[in-house]
């Protein structure tokens, strides 16, 4: 998230593993939205795999899983946020808008004394 010339970004570790992140989120709310692992990769633009990789990450650091999956055919194919990744994501976005704040604080506002509007152009 950018909040002026200022990129937040809230990573949440298990172990080596990223259990969630921006685009963990994201991912979370597409799921959400398409009812599928496969339509929210394609509404965000990335493979299957590459979110069906994200979502088993995911699964593998909480505890229940996040996603719901429903193999086969029929009309209860697909996949689910649980009432878990629910809950994730809702604390994970609440992180987000409180981080935001740092931006109010006097420490940014020194930083941003010294920053300046676009980099110098290159030798």
């Not at 298990?14 to 921006?22: E, H, R, V, Y």
């Not at 069906?52 to 209860?76: A, Q």
């Amino acid at each position: 998230m950018k909040v002026g010339p200022l990129w937040l970004k809230i990573q949440i570790a298990c172990g080596d593993a990223l259990a969630m992140g921006p685009g963990k989120a994201d991912l979370l709310e597409a799921i959400q939205s398409e009812g599928s692992i496969s339509a929210a990769g394609r509404a965000l633009g990335m493979s299957y795999r590459r979110a069906w990789l994200l979502v088993d990450e995911m699964n593998r650091c909480f505890d229940p899983p996040l996603v719901d999956t429903v193999k086969g055919g029929g009309l209860d194919r697909g996949s689910k946020v649980s009432p878990t990744g629910k809950a994730v994501l809702e604390a994970y976005r609440e992180m987000e808008r409180q981080a935001s704040a740092v931006a109010d604080q006097p420490a940014y506002a020194r930083l941003q004394g010294f920053l300046r509007s676009a980099p110098l152009p290159t030798d």
